[in-house]
């Protein structure tokens, strides 16, 4: 694979992808410069970028953890980075009605410290960095562990509800990361990409601590990238939901936009307004969300990558009518111009002989959430040339 380098916004033309037939098609040029929106540059060794995320959600009653908060808890969050380098942390608490303190907080066992000091408030509703952790600098690639304590009484946490990974409260398992939302590093030279993404994004259909998700895997197939997971399941483009969060036009400005180093923003959404209720029958509706999408990405100098649909035919709520309805939306992302670029997944994942359903070779089982082999087929689907 030859280098990545940081050269400008792909070109205009069709690219063929040799991952189960997948083609991404370049759309319109982007003529954004380099590092707008970001710290330094994107993919420049030096400067700040989100090496791992997790986009959160409000708990709801059944989230015992989360909705009761913790007093004098500690929070251990095992993460699996994508670009290397330096480490400074990133904690939100998108949800919040009061402030939380923070602290004492160690990464890779080092102490982490927040202008100097081992503990610091995170405000209702706002971010909080750390500052560079002292003498840690974390390989490409590597995991790194996190140790929060939370003095409390906290309130409701801000959390994610299922990273598809362990990490543990007070010493219980749990797949759920409560507070922390990034871990920057200083080390890329490649891509520097957030996939906004629903449960396929997540890593529905992988194993628990296995790092299959797609996102994963494209990371490792760029080297020194890195890449910002923000898959929430059941997350829809135009409705919010209590359980899955904000849709994905109310969530862009929270969880993309301040990403530092940030230059490509690639939208998985749209399979969740057509399966869950209330259906949307409507595709000039979905493609109007995705219009307001990048019409946001390109006044921040990103570059927006768009997908199409996966089949889901064998899911409960399958009907054929939705999936016409779905073959409308892609026809119109493939050929309409509306991305700066299109990842293919629906072709990655479709069964050649019935192309309103998965490769039965990548299901998960439930004929929507494709499995680890799927996973990799969408990773194949998306061309780095289009990430630059």
């Given at each position: 694979m030859p280098a990545v380098t940081g050269r400008g916004p792909a070109r205009r033309g069709v690219l063929t992808v040799a991952a189960a037939g997948a083609a991404?098609?370049?759309?319109?040029?982007a003529a954004r410069a380099a590092g707008a929106g970001g710290s330094g540059g994107p993919g420049r060794p030096g400067s700040w970028t989100t090496s791992w995320a997790t986009a959160q959600t409000a708990p709801t009653a059944t989230d015992t953890v989360a909705s009761a908060g913790l007093t004098d808890g500690v929070c251990t969050a095992t993460v699996r980075l994508s670009a290397g380098g330096r480490v400074r942390l990133r904690y939100g608490h998108a949800f919040g009605t009061v402030p939380v303190l923070i602290g004492p907080v160690t990464a890779g066992g080092r102490p982490v410290t927040f202008d100097g000091r081992r503990q610091a408030w995170l405000a209702a509703g706002a971010s909080l960095t750390s500052d560079p952790v002292d003498g840690l600098r974390a390989p490409e690639g590597s995991a790194l562990t996190v140790e929060t304590r939370l003095p409390g009484p906290t309130g409701p946490l801000s959390f994610h509800r299922n990273t598809h990974a362990s990490h543990s409260v007070d010493g219980a398992r749990t797949t759920s990361v409560f507070?922390?939302?990034?871990?920057?590093?200083?080390?890329?030279?490649?891509?520097?990409?957030?996939?906004?993404?629903?449960s396929i994004t997540e890593g529905v259909g992988t194993p628990d601590d296995a790092d299959l998700r797609w996102p994963d895997q494209l990371a490792r197939r760029l080297p020194g990238s890195a890449v910002a997971n923000l898959g929430v399941s059941g997350n829809r483009l135009?409705?919010?939901?209590?359980?899955?969060?904000?849709?994905?036009?109310?969530?862009?400005?929270?969880?993309?936009?301040?990403?530092?180093?940030?230059?490509?923003?690639?939208?998985q959404l749209g399979v969740n307004d057509l399966q869950q209720p209330p259906s949307q029958t409507d595709a000039s509706l979905v493609l109007a969300g995705y219009r307001q999408l990048v019409l946001r990405a390109r006044n921040a100098g990103l570059r927006i990558v768009g997908s199409t649909i996966t089949p889901f035919e064998g899911w409960t709520r399958w009907t054929p009518e939705l999936d016409e309805v779905r073959q409308r939306i892609n026809r119109a992302v493939r050929t309409g111009r509306l991305f700066d670029a299109v990842a293919d997944l629906d072709a990655a994942l479709r069964d050649p002989a019935r192309p309103s359903r998965m490769r039965p070779a990548?299901?998960?089982?439930?004929?929507?959430?494709?499995?680890?082999?799927?996973?990799?087929?969408?990773a194949g689907a998306v061309d780095r040339r289009h990430l630059l």
């Open positions: 991404v098609v370049a759309a319109a040029p507070l922390l939302t990034g871990v920057e590093v200083d080390g890329a030279h490649g891509p520097v990409l957030a996939v906004l993404g629903d135009l409705l919010d939901d209590a359980r899955f969060g904000p849709g994905g036009q109310a969530r862009f400005d929270r969880d993309v936009l301040p990403l530092p180093g940030l230059r490509t923003v690639l939208v990548f299901d998960s089982g439930d004929g929507l959430h494709p499995d680890s082999s799927g996973h990799a087929a969408l």
